[in-house]
């Protein structure tokens, strides 16, 4: 299933927006690196196609192809980022936060 929003991804539940985007970059840096090579190439598409159409408008053509690059471009990304890195949200969340708090240690 694709998420748009880390909120409605069930391992990331009951954590926080920082918490959440933590848990998310350190999956995608964990990523092997063709996934990372193809993930960025299909970046780079989207970005570079957008900027063509601004660069190649005018007047308030502009400003419609800038909102254009700024919806389109999250909602691009981010369901393949997170699709790629789910099956490590859980192992990742786990090595993340719930080692943070260890055992007092005897003085």
Do not use: H, Y
């Given at each position: 299933m694709l998420y748009f929003n880390s909120h409605k991804i069930p391992e990331l539940r009951g954590l926080?927006?920082?918490?959440?985007?933590?848990?998310?970059?350190?999956?995608?840096?964990?990523?092997?690196?063709?996934?990372?090579?193809?993930?960025?190439?299909?970046?780079?598409?989207v970005l570079s196609g957008l900027f063509i159409l601004i660069a190649r408008a005018d007047g308030w053509a502009i400003a419609g192809y800038v909102l254009l690059l700024i919806i389109a471009y999250p909602l691009i990304t981010r369901p393949i980022t997170y699709a790629l890195c789910q099956s490590q949200f859980s192992a990742m969340?786990?090595?993340?936060?719930?080692?943070?708090?260890?055992?007092?240690?005897?003085?």
């Open positions: 926080n927006f920082a918490q959440r985007m933590q848990v998310v970059r350190a999956c995608a840096d964990k990523l092997p690196a063709p996934t990372k090579v193809g993930l960025n190439i299909l970046k780079l598409l969340r786990r090595q993340l936060f719930e080692q943070k708090n260890p055992p007092d240690a005897a003085d």
